[in-house]
């Protein structure tokens, strides 16, 4: 049992690593901005990323494990991400989620900056957050402040774009959230290209609901996960960490 529990924690560190050497290479964060975290709610522990960390320097056994309930280092000789209070937050808000990502990638940020959410204004992104991205009103690093906002603020889409800040994403695993955070990131910049040529309206909401269903219901093969993300990374989901 105890081996079962300790084997489930270390495939999670693993892809919770490999996620955040995925934001550098993706694109989505410069330097040490950002963060990813992943949750064995089985085990009531959160895995999440060290705090001002070098992403290429980084290894599974550099990230810190987080009891859930109480938010205690309970592995880990490194400080956790700033962030961890949001993510913990998330975590017991969303019982249904697995991973989180957060990012200031370039043009979500700017939507962010903007105060403005990215429309629905094409199939991409019907199909794949079955409806605008919001964005969250500012919010300080105090507290659960940010988690607040961020859940005061959620629609249909697993993110939120923070105003003055970044992006939240999240999804049931930690390689669908990464997928998500790509995908925010595509959105806008997309949008935003659309937006120097004129105006953008977006898609009907019966449009945005016929793309939604058929890409989460019947795109792809039986199991749906995201063909880009965990397949392509080779990142272990959250349905296989919790075999
Ligand atoms: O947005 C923030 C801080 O407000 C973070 O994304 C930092 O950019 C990275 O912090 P660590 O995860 O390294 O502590």
């Not at 949750?39 to 001002?52: E, F, L, Q, W």
């Not at 990230?63 to 956790?80: F, N």
């Not at 991400?81 to 808000?93: A, E, G, I, K, T």
Request: hydrophobic residues 45%; contains cysteine.
């Amino acid at each position: 049992m105890e081996s079962k529990r300790n084997e489930r924690l270390s495939r999670l560190r693993v892809a919770v690593c490999a996620a955040c050497k995925r934001l550098p290479s993706a694109g989505l964060v410069v330097g040490h901005a950002g963060n990813v975290s992943g949750i064995d709610r089985a085990a009531g522990r959160v895995v999440i990323k060290p705090s001002g960390i070098d992403y290429d320097l980084l290894q599974p056994e550099d990230l810190v494990e987080v009891d859930l309930a109480t938010g205690a280092v309970v592995d880990g000789d490194l400080r956790p991400s700033v962030d961890l209070p949001h993510h913990l937050f998330l975590y017991r808000n969303l019982p249904e989620i697995g991973g989180v990502v957060h990012t200031h990638s370039t043009y979500a940020t700017a939507f962010a900056i903007q105060e403005r959410a990215i429309p629905v204004c094409c199939t991409g992104i019907a199909d794949v957050f079955g409806g605008e991205i919001p964005c969250a009103p500012y919010a300080d690093n105090v507290a659960d402040h940010i988690g607040r906002a961020i859940l005061a603020t959620i629609s249909v889409a697993p993110a939120v774009l923070l105003a003055k800040h970044g992006v939240f994403c999240w999804g049931s695993s930690v390689a669908k959230a990464i997928y998500h955070a790509e995908q925010v990131e595509q959105a806008a910049r997309t949008v935003h290209l659309a937006m120097q040529l004129g105006p953008v309206q977006s898609l009907s909401q019966t449009q945005v609901a016929m793309w939604n269903d058929r890409f989460q219901h019947r795109y792809g093969q039986v199991r749906n996960e995201p063909t880009v993300g965990s397949a392509a990374m080779n990142l272990p989901t959250m349905a296989s960490v919790e075999e």
